[in-house]
């Protein structure tokens, strides 16, 4: 494979992370700015909106960027398993931590720092939409952790339960229910499972899932 061509599709690659990182980047941007602009109205319930609209940003852009990722991984023709792997692990962490920690980073570090609206209320730190930081940080992360945890099982467990099940019924049409399955048949309607992807996707949300608990721990003990 040529050195010259591997460097161009490496540099797409990255250009593409950039992309997706700079339009999440402007998306969580929106989002607070639309909370600045409902904090008179609906007081910390705007904390609660921008939070469940941020969760439907996570959760949408993890689920097209893994496309996208194994999709850039693949064109990339590496040489190797481990080269291939070490190359998905970086795209994919990369991204995910703006992704999912943006919102918190903004709340924990950005928010008291910046100046209050005029029409904003007295007692409020910054844009923080309350007397301090902590309460909409902690609003934000019950909310998009709990989410998290909630969807993940779903789509981890459920989701292939019934795929299997669709699967099987499927396959079996026709056969004898007293039939037995020889192992090769009893596997074959399984449905398929790639161990490299799959295991990268799951140890890389555990350890998003690690950073909401040890990060922004003092927010929600």
């Known amino acids: 494979f040529p050195s010259d061509e591997a460097q161009r599709r490496i540099f797409s690659s990255q250009t593409v992370i950039g992309c997706f990182i700079s339009l999440v980047l402007g998306v969580v941007a929106s989002i607070y700015v639309l909370r600045f602009s409902l904090q008179n109205d609906l007081g910390t319930n705007a904390s609660t909106v921008a939070s469940i609209m941020n969760t439907v940003q996570i959760t949408i852009f993890n689920f097209i960027y893994q496309k996208v990722v194994i999709y850039m991984t693949n064109q990339e023709n590496h040489r190797t398993d481990t080269q291939y792997e070490d190359s998905m692990i970086v795209k994919l962490f990369i991204f995910q931590f703006v992704n999912s920690y943006a919102s918190f980073f903004f709340l924990a570090f950005i928010a008291s720092n910046l100046e209050s609206s005029d029409d904003d209320n007295d007692d409020n730190t910054g844009q923080c939409g309350a007397s301090n930081c902590m309460e909409p940080l902690a609003i934000n992360l019950a909310i998009i952790f709990g ?67 040890v990060l922004f721990v003092t927010a929600l003990p």
């Open 147 to 213: 989410t998290r945890l909630v969807v993940k099982n779903i789509t981890d467990i459920f989701l292939p339960w019934y795929a299997a099940r669709s699967k099987r019924k499927t396959e079996l049409k026709g056969v004898a229910a007293d039939k037995l399955l020889t192992p090769a048949e009893e596997d074959y309607v399984l449905i398929n499972y790639d161990s490299m992807i799959e295991n990268i996707s799951n140890y890389a949300d555990a350890a998003i899932q690690y950073g909401f608990a």
